[in-house]
């Protein structure tokens, strides 16, 4: 049951078109999701496993959001996410405030436009900077080159 429509469009086919024009159906449906209409029961959706996976991971970060903006109102909102996405505390304070606002502000940019990977990737970012952190990759200076070093081509 769905409670509110969302205003989307989605190109449609037929479950007939599945047999018929398999290699068609499954090349549109990896460029984006296709509604496929039945006669005997309701229409579904087909889309790649990926972009399900990243549905699945948008909604959870979407929940640990909303849990984050509404719990213990006191703690500023980088130490509210520090509670369901721990290494964020690897960051400087500095960077956990900037995380805060870029997470929240990407994510109602790619919420209203209904484009998920977007957010996806900035969380990758933050957490991939987390984990260089956590690695020792920030504690030194990197050596630097008296000489420029020609680098062939892979």
Known sequence: MTLLAPCRS???VQSSDLSRHAKDVFAAAE???LEVTRR???PLVLTTKERSDDDEAVLEI????LAAVTVNEQLP???RLAIPYPWLKLLSRADQQRFAKEIVDVARGSFSLRQPRRLLLEMQA?????EAIAAGWDSTEPDMLENPAP????
């Open 10 to 12: 989605r190109r449609s």
């Open 31 to 33: 460029q984006e999701p």
């Open 40 to 42: 005997d029961g309701k």
């Open 62 to 65: 979407a929940a640990q959001l």
């Open 77 to 79: 909102l980088h130490d």
């Open 126 to 130: 933050w957490r991939n900077s987390a």
């Open 151 to 154: 680098v062939e081509k892979p």
